[in-house]
């Protein structure tokens, strides 16, 4: 019975972790670690590999700018939720400071995503897509790992 349990909390918890219309995306786009993994298999061209490198070089720049933002508006909002109550709009001015920078990383995710699909033929990206349905889950991976554990330690 716990674990019954544990895994309907595990896949609840995950299922509630994706976003809406997130799924419908990520089923159209490849990231660059599958195309970089399957780059012979995919039959990448020596001109494709350096346009694919130029554009993943130029999106970590990005990311590690925004992280950094991030990171100090994160520290902010904590912050001023760790005071007394007291002026709820500053706090909300925070929060959409925060918000606002994370729009600004999906953007960017999703700019080197379509780019990475202009630099791949039709068939590449058809076959990349494939590559990536057949790769396992690895929110099912999780639970599996955590249904295991409770195996090997038994359950009350």
Do not use: Y
Request: hydrophobic share 40%; with cysteine; aromatic share 2%.
């Amino acid at each position: 019975m716990r674990k019954l349990f544990l895994v309907c909390v595990c896949a609840a918890t995950s299922v509630l972790a994706q976003e809406p219309g997130q799924d419908v995306i990520s089923r159209q786009l490849v990231p660059p670690e599958l195309i970089m993994q399957h780059q012979a298999e995919l039959g990448i061209t020596a001109d494709q590999r350096e346009q694919i490198k130029a554009i993943v070089t130029q999106a970590q720049a990005g990311f590690t700018s925004l992280q950094w933002d991030m990171q100090a508006a994160v520290q902010s909002l904590g912050q001023a939720l760790a005071e007394p109550p007291g002026d709820d709009g500053a706090v909300l001015e925070l929060l959409d400071n925060v918000l606002d920078l994370e729009k600004q990383v999906k953007r960017a995710q999703l700019m080197m995503l379509l780019e990475l699909r202009r630099v791949l033929t039709p068939a590449q990206l058809d076959q990349a897509k494939e590559l990536k349905r057949r790769q396992p889950n690895p929110a099912v991976q999780n639970l599996r790992r955590q249904i295991e554990q409770l195996e090997r330690r038994g359950s009350p």
